[in-house]
């Protein structure tokens, strides 16, 4: 379904652009900033398709810097309206304000289709997770603007699981015993995800999905 959102986005981002270029909107803009911001917007959309608040700030504040200078022109006798840094330093702290205060939607006791089992937060302080494998089914674990450690206990009644990492502006170290095979399908956005070492080529599956934003996500086999 989010998937079928985000095309049709596109797609009406896609008219809308071929609309206002027929009509003249972006005479004297050059076709890289047009491109630039339709990209832009493509990202925004995919963002508030995925209710992923934090994520919409970013690429608002850059449509917003590539075509100031022409809203301006329309509206402020072609002065800048305000300072490029102002408008990043102030799309940084929504970003982080929103990712501290909502991170992910949470709908009953199920984030992102998941039956979690467990959650924890760690926010501005070093912070250790252990996680019980005889009762993972999932579990969400999240770091902000510190350092977080995640370790596994009772491996051998692990009989496949997920792990829900929202990782930003820290570090998450994710200890996995090198009897998992591990999958990964975690999105990063200007950080690192660096995996140290395999897992085992078969057996129980421990999946590892979320999203790393401006930090450092390191997937360490044991």
Not at 92 to 118: N, P, Q, W
Not at 153 to 177: K, R, T, W, Y
């Amino acid at each position: 379904m989010k998937k079928k959102i985000f095309a049709g986005s596109l797609l009406i981002i896609a008219a809308v652009a071929l609309i206002f270029d027929a009509g003249g909107v972006f005479i004297g803009v050059p076709t890289y900033r047009v491109l630039l911001g339709i990209i832009c917007a493509v990202w925004f959309a995919k963002e508030l398709t995925k209710l992923h608040i934090s994520g919409i700030f970013f690429p608002a504040a850059f449509i917003f810097l590539l075509f100031e200078k022409y809203i301006a022109r329309m509206t402020f006798g072609g002065k800048n309206i305000i300072s490029n840094w102002v408008v990043l330093i102030a799309a940084l702290l929504f970003t982080v304000g929103t990712e501290i205060i909502f991170g992910d939607l949470v709908i009953g006791k199920k984030i992102r289709g998941h039956l979690v089992s467990s959650k924890t937060s760690n926010r501005f302080a070093e912070g250790v997770k252990y996680i019980d494998c005889a009762t993972l089914g999932s579990a969400v674990v999240k770091n902000s603007f510190g350092e977080m450690d995640v370790y596994f206990q009772n491996n051998e009644a692990f009989d496949n699981g997920c792990l829900i990492v929202n990782n930003s502006f820290g570090e998450m170290n994710i200890h996995v015993p090198a009897e998992f095979k591990v999958e990964t399908d975690v999105k990063n956005k200007f950080g690192e995800i660096n995996l140290n070492g395999e897992g085992a080529a078969d057996g129980n599956v421990l999946r590892i999905e979320g999203s790393s934003a401006f930090g450092e996500l390191n997937v360490i086999f044991e």
